[in-house]
């Protein structure tokens, strides 16, 4: 219960303009819990420089060099917002037992990590944090955001609407993460299906001060699309769905081309080509929907996730 220590992952890319200021304040927040929980004795920062090009990395240099409770990892490239995060959960949960991720722009209000530990306390193994209004997007950026997780849980993802990754985790629960070996990672995800109690804290979620956001729309538009293909094959049974219905369609059309042709409505060889199209065209699709179950399959076998994921063991 006691000598707990608490990470906060902060992913950083091109972020040499607001990077020194986020962690002081951090470093703040953290102050504010060792003082309020006896049971954390220890508290750790690691900014992961995703390959940035400009001051990133001197700065978390000459920040570790102040204290050594801030550490860092370097990118040999750039290799995207959320690889940056499991390198940093890979590297954190060696020796923490709770972590926290917040982006290094602090948009997302630091001081809820004091309460997403209060949830912590009261059992919770995830504390999401979720924003409760969307005013500091543009409309473009929220209406395209609203849609996307609506298109995701229709397709059967589930989700926590308006979470991104503002996260605590417990120790099991990041080890648990980890055992997703995928590589086309969509992180928000994979946490609802990790099981484990968890919790929700609002926020409201400001303006970013400084710099520019690194989520140019191309950036944007890989993560939504990772998101889709990497969490669900309900885009290949829908082709089987579109086949069986153009199949059935063309027994309809059998019946309405042998009617017109018998009525002598027809001009020859129309009949037998309207049906013969629809029935062609139903068989290809039921074919390739078919074959994409099995790449399915191929796709969730060779993904290895873990079968289940034991919460505690009594010995
Ligand atoms: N980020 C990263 N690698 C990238 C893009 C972004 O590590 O390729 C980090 C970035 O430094 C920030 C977080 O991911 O800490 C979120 O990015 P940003 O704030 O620019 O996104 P937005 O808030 O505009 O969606
Ligand atoms: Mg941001």
Redesign the pocket.
């Known amino acids: 219960m006691y000598n707990k220590k608490i990470t906060i992952v ?4 091109n ?1 040499d303009e607001v990077l020194m200021n986020s962690v002081y304040r951090l470093l703040n927040v953290q102050d504010q819990i060792l003082e309020k929980y006896e049971a954390i004795t220890t508290t750790n920062i690691l900014i992961i420089d ?1 390959g940035s090009n400009d001051q990133t990395w001197p700065i978390i240099e000459r920040l570790h060099n102040e204290n050594r409770q801030i550490g860092g990892l370097q990118f040999s490239r ?1 290799f ?2 959320q690889a ?1 995060l499991i390198a940093g959960l890979n590297e954190a949960v060696k020796t923490a037992d709770v972590i926290v991720t917040i ?3 602090l ?1 997302d209000d630091p001081d809820k990590i004091i309460d997403m530990m209060d949830l912590y306390f009261n059992g919770c193994d995830i504390v999401y944090g979720v924003r409760n209004n969307r005013d500091s997007d543009s409309w473009f950026k929220r209406t395209t955001a609203q849609l996307y997780y609506r298109i995701l849980q229709s397709l059967g993802v589930e989700l926590v609407p308006n979470h991104a990754d503002f996260r605590l985790m417990s120790k099991r629960a990041v080890v648990t993460l980890l055992e997703y070996s995928e590589r086309n990672l969509f992180i928000r995800g994979i946490i609802p299906k990790l099981g484990f109690n968890y919790g929700e804290v609002d926020y409201k979620r400001t303006p ?1 001060l400084m710099g520019e ?3 140019p729309l191309k ?1 944007m538009l890989a993560l939504a699309w990772d998101g889709i293909t990497s969490l669900t094959v309900a885009p290949v049974r829908l082709i089987l769905i579109l086949g069986s219905l153009a199949c059935i369609f063309s027994v309809g059309m059998l019946s309405y081309a042998t009617i017109l042709s018998l009525l002598g409505l027809t001009i020859h060889g129309w009949s037998s080509l309207m049906v013969s199209m629809w029935f062609i065209g139903g068989v290809q699709m039921i074919s390739l929907g078919v074959i994409g179950e099995y790449v399915g399959k191929i796709m969730t076998e060779v993904k290895g996730h873990p079968r289940y994921t034991i919460k505690s063991i009594l010995e």
């Open positions: 902060i992913p950083a890319y972020e995703d750039n995207g917002h940056a982006d290094a722009d948009q970013r956001s690194k989520y950036k």
